[in-house]
């Protein structure tokens, strides 16, 4: 599961699920949502995804929260978001928000140096603010729609702009560059598990307040996204979820 920022995550759950359990009601049964034109491919794959997870993703994650002590997990934690500030400062180069691209490379200079390489986040508590835009959000600046819904093997739900966005993100990042493979890809199975143990608080709301956890995430996913593109102020003319064939919007 690959959604960020935490408690603004739980509140957008909880809001789609009582949203989507009205709205769907009122749904033909052969309703097709237009977002998701791949929908058994997606199923099928977030099933699998989830099947890994409850076995391995899941389990791991809770056993790295246990056995590792609260600042060093934090630590970690900061340590990948100094990273994806690196990202975020060239991604608002590439929109040219010039002011936001500036305090993301504060943000790196203060943590990377008096931050011990990212480990303590002290920028935060300067009041420089955390952006951490990605390729996608760039691509959306300059018009290039979502595309479908596209659930990735084992990484989650995405789009097809997201879902491409994925290589100059990575690329991006000063760790995909180190030439030791191994340093480079523990660091990113690190990355992942870190990632996965920040969410086993949402992933226990998704599994007790969702009648159907796919469409549940999908949801939270394209609207958490359409908002990152607009920076929390999408257009209410943006017809991102208009339904197919005449049926009433959920």
């Known amino acids: 599961m690959s959604l960020r920022r935490l408690p603004a995550f739980k509140v957008m759950m909880v809001s789609l ?4 359990l009205v709205g769907c ?3 033909p049964d052969d309703y097709r949502d237009p977002r998701d034109p791949w929908e058994s491919y997606n199923r099928a794959m977030h099933q699998f995804n989830s099947d890994f997870d409850k076995t391995i993703w899941k389990p791991v994650a809770q ?3 246990y056995i590792t002590p609260a600042p060093v997990d934090q630590g970690v934690t900061n340590f990948f ?3 994806r500030d690196v990202t975020s400062m060239f991604n608002n180069l590439l929109q040219f928000k010039l002011s936001r691209a500036v305090s993301d490379a504060g943000r790196i200079m203060v943590n990377s140096t008096v931050g011990v390489l990212g480990l303590v986040d002290v920028a935060s508590n300067l009041d420089m603010p955390s952006y951490k835009e990605d ?3 760039t691509l959306g600046y300059w018009g290039v729609g979502p595309g479908p819904y596209f659930v990735i093997p084992v990484l989650g739900p995405s789009d097809l702009r997201d879902g491409i966005s994925l290589v100059p993100d990575w690329y991006s ?3 995909a560059h180190l030439k030791d493979s191994d340093i480079r890809w523990t660091l990113a199975i690190l990355y992942g598990i870190d990632t996965r143990a920040d969410l086993l608080g949402a992933s226990k709301v998704l599994e007790e307040a969702a009648l159907d956890p796919y469409t549940f995430t999908r949801d ?3 609207q958490k996204r359409r908002n990152d593109v607009h920076d929390g102020n999408p257009p209410p003319d943006d017809n991102w979820n208009l339904p197919l064939d005449g049926a009433p919007a959920p």
């Not at 699920?17 to 989507?20: D, Q, W």
């Open 173 to 175: 990042q000063p760790t």
């Open 135 to 137: 390729f996608g959000q």
């Open 63 to 65: 056993g790295y929260h």
């Open 220 to 222: 939270a996913y394209l």
């Open 17 to 20: 699920s009582v949203g989507g």
């Open 81 to 83: 978001n100094n990273m």
């Open 25 to 27: 009601a009122s749904l």
